[in-house]
């Protein structure tokens, strides 16, 4: 194992000797736009069913790890910290590392799983089995507890819809970004909000309860000091913060407000309708079961104006058999649980052999 440039970070090792009795752990990371989160499992039986709650060592959470918003550097600064401070937590170190599975937003291409995979085997050792893939893997896996099979809709600052099929195929739909037009994210509807008091100031859109809210919000005077705040620090996260306020003025009865939602519950379906025509998850009659995963913020249980709830009817109306599942855990122990699969997987392929 190299130090890499953090090796700091690792000292603790030199420090700290593994506890008695300590056995292969397993690191699962899911990092976001808003906040990353790592969790270090021990290595469970092949041969026996996942007990459940499935056992967590230890629980780390840093910042964002999108190389997207943070850049490169900073982005694998912060996945080395958090995963060291996991382990540290857990009374481990990387020598018990048997399996990691970074689950990271911005993971969109081939080439961007290839440049984590090059400097996590700087990281940990040879024999650590490692695999990287999007946060919306783990998001998916945390409501199959590690199959990757159906489709997730996460919804959250951004948001993005993926699927896989039971024979390794996969599609996604949205995931691009704001800039591309994530609506339906946070992002999005809080941005839309922000562009309906600006219209409305002008006179070019409709009164809305909107302007007052969100300037009580932000401790503002007057609409145009919101393009002084926004553009100060224009972070997706920040933005997307202003969610609750547009539900409580649709909740309020504002048509604005409620147009705002509307729309983006119509841009999450089309998201995940895209997904499941493109892998056939349906069946050739339309009918056919699979796991719907429903994840984020976003679409959090809301009593009044259930976003995720109108989400599903619409989807149900689509896909008889989406089977709607909101997680009992959290996607870092989805992606651990995928690198434990991927792990029983290999084990048994190699019984197999032998």
């Known amino acids: 194992m190299k130090r890499y440039r953090n090796g700091e970070v690792w000292d603790f090792e030199n420090q700290m000797p593994v506890a008695a009795g300590a056995g292969d752990v397993i690191l699962g990371l899911d990092g976001g736009t808003t906040s990353t989160v790592c969790i270090c499992m021990p290595i469970l039986p092949f041969s026996d069913p996942l007990p459940y709650p499935v056992p967590v060592l230890a629980r780390a959470v840093a910042g964002c790890t999108n190389h997207n918003s943070v850049g490169e550097a ?3 600064d912060t996945l080395e910290q958090v995963m060291a401070e996991a382990l540290a937590k857990s009374g481990s170190n990387r020598s018990a590392v048997r399996a990691v599975c970074l689950a990271v937003s911005g993971v969109n291409h081939p080439t961007d799983q290839q440049r984590i995979l090059d400097w996590l085997r700087d990281v940990f050792p040879s024999n650590a089995r490692l695999y990287v893939q999007n946060d919306a893997v783990a998001a ?3 409501g199959t507890l590690g199959k990757l099979h159906g489709c997730v809709l996460i919804a959250g600052t951004g948001t993005i819809a993926y699927g896989f ?4 195929r996969e599609a996604r739909a949205a995931g691009a970004g704001p800039t591309l037009g994530d609506w339906g994210s946070g992002y999005g509807i809080a941005a839309q909000a922000l ?8 006179g070019r859109g409709p009164h809305t309860m909107l302007m007052s809210s969100i300037l009580g919000k932000l401790g503002l005077s007057s609409p145009d000091e919101l393009i002084g705040w926004t553009y100060a620090d224009p972070s997706w996260a920040r933005i997307a913060a202003l969610v609750p306020v547009v539900v409580c003025c649709a909740i309020a009865g504002d048509e604005v407000a409620n147009k705002i939602l509307f729309d983006s519950v119509e841009e999450l379906r089309l998201s995940v309708k895209a997904v499941v025509q493109r892998l056939g998850l349906c069946g050739p009659e339309g009918k056919d079961s ?3 995963v429903m994840v984020g913020g976003v ?4 009593k009044r104006w259930d976003i995720g709830e109108e989400v599903i009817k619409c989807i149900s109306k689509d896909y008889p058999g989406a089977v709607p599942i909101r997680p009992k855990v959290e996607p870092a122990v989805g992606a651990a649980l995928v690198a434990w699969n991927f792990c029983m997987k290999e084990s048994l392929e190699n019984a197999f052999k032998s």
């Open 140 to 142: 998916l896996a945390c």
């Open 299 to 302: 679409l959090d249980e809301n």
């Open 165 to 168: 099929t039971e024979d390794g």
């Open 195 to 202: 562009t309906a008091v600006i219209r409305a100031h002008d």
């Open 290 to 292: 699979f796991p719907l």
């Open 74 to 76: 900073a982005a694998r």
